[in-house]
C-alpha cells in the first residue's frame, strides 16, 4: 500500500505576498502560514501607487474576507486547498533566530514563528518560503526548511540563449522563390522547428541563404527584408527580425530581449514613429527602480523632477533619433509637434496605472524588472488597436526578489510563445559600439 504523501505547511514570507497576493492559493492541499510580523510589514505597504503597494493592499482584503471566524485557528482556503493561519512566534525549544542573529529584525521573528510552528507540527514538513536570498540562508543556518516561491518560475531557462534557426539544405529554387514572390509554402521545411512567428535563416549550403518568418495563419514562409524605420536601418538579421515583427499589424505584443546595446528600445520607439498614423498615441514608459531600492518620495523637486533621471535613457533614443534630422525637416518637426500635443510620451510606468489603451503603441523597456503579475495587468490593459512591445535583458535584474526564472519579461516570452498574436526577437550583436561589445562580451 503507497503511502500518503507528507503534509506540508508552507510559510510565507512578506516578499512572497508582496509578488503574488494570490499565492496562499498556490500551495495545493497544503496549509499556509503567514507570521503576524507579515501582517505588520504589510500594514507598512499599504499605502503608496507602486505595484507592492497594490499587492499589499489586495492580500490584506483577501485575509479579511477569510478572517470572519478569526484567524487564529486554522481557516479553509476552499475545496482543493489546504487551511491558512495566522502565527506567533513562541519558541521554547532553544532553536532561537534572535539569539543566534540578533533580536529585534523581523526577518528573525518570522524564522521564530515558522520553528515554532515545526515544534508544534513534528507530523508535518514545515516549509519557509521566502524570495529572499538571505532570509533563506539564514533559515537553513539554524535547521530550518526553506525555499524560493516557484509558481510562474520558468524552468528551461537555457532554451533563452538560444539564437535564431538556421535550416540548411534548402533548394537554390525555393530560395529563389522567396526572394521574387515574397513568400512560398512551408510544408516540409520547418519541420519540429515550427512556430507561429518564428524567424529563421533559411540556406541552401552555399552562399545563398534569406531572412523569413513562418505565417502560421497562411502556412507560408515569408521573406523578412531590412526595412529603414524612420531613417533607423537595420544592421543585422536578428534586427531585421525585430522591425518585421514591430511593422505587422497582426502581431500585437512583441518581446524584445537582448543585451545592452542591441538596439531594442531604438528599433521599438522608430518603428512606432513609422506607424504614427496607425495609433492615437505612442507611449514610451519604464519601471522605476531607485538605487538602494530607496522610493523616490526622497529627492528634491516635483513628481516629474523626481522621475527624469530614470527616463533619461528613452529621451536619449528619441534624441538619437531627431539627429538623423536637420531641424528643418519634415520629420524633425512632426517629432516635435508630437511631443508638443502629446502624441508622443516618455513617462514612468507608474504614472500610466489603471488607465485602458486603445489605439496607443506602448513600449514598456526594462521589462525584466516587471514581475508576471505586472506583465499580466499591463497586457489586460490593451484596448482595440494597441500594440504592446516588451524590451529587455533578463540578465540584468535590478530588483531584489526576481531572477531569470522568476521575471515578468520570461515569464510573458514562456507562455505566449507560439501563439499567432505574439512574436519574441532575441538580439545578439550589440551595434552601439566596439567598447560596448567588449564590456558585454568580456566582463
Request: glycine content about 8%; some cysteine; overall charge neutral.
Amino acid at each position: 500500500m503507497a503511502k500518503s504523501p507528507i503534509k506540508k505547511i508552507f510559510v510565507l514570507d512578506t516578499s512572497v505576498l508582496l509578488f503574488d497576493h494570490g499565492s496562499i492559493k498556490n500551495f495545493k492541499t497544503h496549509d499556509v502560514a503567514i507570521p503576524i510580523t507579515v501582517l505588520e510589514e504589510l500594514d507598512n505597504f499599504k499605502v503608496g501607487n507602486d505595484t507592492k503597494n497594490f499587492q499589499a493592499r489586495e492580500i490584506i482584503r483577501l485575509l479579511d474576507k477569510l478572517a470572519e471566524s478569526g484567524l487564529n485557528d486554522w481557516v479553509s482556503l476552499g475545496k482543493g486547498r489546504g487551511k491558512l493561519k495566522i502565527v506567533m512566534a513562541n519558541v521554547v525549544n532553544g532553536r532561537d533566530a534572535e539569539a543566534l542573529y540578533g533580536s529585534g529584525k523581523n526577518d528573525h521573528k518570522i524564522i521564530n514563528a515558522a520553528i515554532t510552528l515545526a515544534d508544534a507540527n513534528l507530523d508535518k514538513k514545515v516549509v519557509l518560503v521566502t524570495k529572499d536570498i538571505n532570509l533563506r540562508l539564514k533559515a537553513k543556518g539554524i535547521g530550518l526548511l526553506s525555499e524560493d516561491y516557484e509558481t510562474g518560475k520558468v524552468k528551461d531557462i537555457e532554451k533563452f540563449s538560444e539564437g535564431f534557426p538556421v535550416i540548411e539544405g534548402i533548394d537554390s529554387k525555393r530560395i529563389a522563390d522567396i526572394y521574387k514572390k515574397g513568400s512560398i509554402d512551408a510544408a516540409g521545411i520547418l519541420g519540429n522547428l515550427e512556430l507561429a512567428n518564428g524567424y529563421y535563416i533559411l540556406k541552401n549550403g552555399t552562399s545563398e541563404s534569406v531572412l523569413s518568418r513562418f505565417n502560421k495563419r497562411l502556412n507560408l514562409i515569408e521573406r523578412v527584408d531590412k526595412e529603414y524605420v524612420y531613417n533607423i536601418k537595420p544592421r543585422n538579421a536578428e534586427q531585421a527580425f525585430a522591425v518585421n515583427a514591430l511593422l505587422n499589424p497582426d502581431i500585437k505584443l512583441v518581446c524584445l530581449q537582448g543585451v545592452a546595446g542591441t538596439g531594442k528600445t531604438l528599433l521599438a520607439l522608430a518603428s512606432a514613429l513609422e506607424q504614427r498614423h496607425l495609433y492615437n498615441q505612442i507611449i514610451l514608459a519604464r519601471p522605476i527602480i531607485p538605487l538602494s531600492n530607496r522610493d523616490i518620495g526622497f529627492l528634491p523637486g516635483t513628481a516629474e523632477d523626481k522621475i527624469s533621471p530614470y527616463m533619461q535613457p528613452l529621451w536619449d533614443n528619441l534624441k538619437f533619433i531627431k539627429n538623423q534630422f536637420k531641424a528643418s525637416e519634415k520629420k524633425y518637426k512632426v517629432l516635435e509637434e508630437m511631443e508638443e500635443n502629446g502624441e508622443l510620451s516618455i513617462t514612468a510606468l507608474a504614472f500610466i496605472r489603471g488607465r485602458s489603451l486603445s489605439n496607443v503603441m506602448f513600449i514598456i523597456d526594462e521589462a525584466q524588472n516587471l514581475s508576471p503579475h505586472e506583465v499580466k495587468t499591463i497586457i489586460t490593459r490593451a484596448g482595440e488597436g494597441t500594440k504592446i512591445v516588451f524590451t529587455g535583458d533578463i540578465k540584468q535584474i535590478d530588483t531584489p526578489y526576481m531572477d531569470e526564472e522568476s521575471n515578468g519579461l520570461t515569464y510573458v516570452i514562456d507562455r505566449l510563445k507560439g501563439h499567432e498574436l505574439f512574436a519574441h526577437v532575441k538580439l545578439e550583436k550589440g551595434e552601439r559600439s566596439e567598447l560596448a561589445n567588449l564590456a558585454n562580451d568580456l566582463l
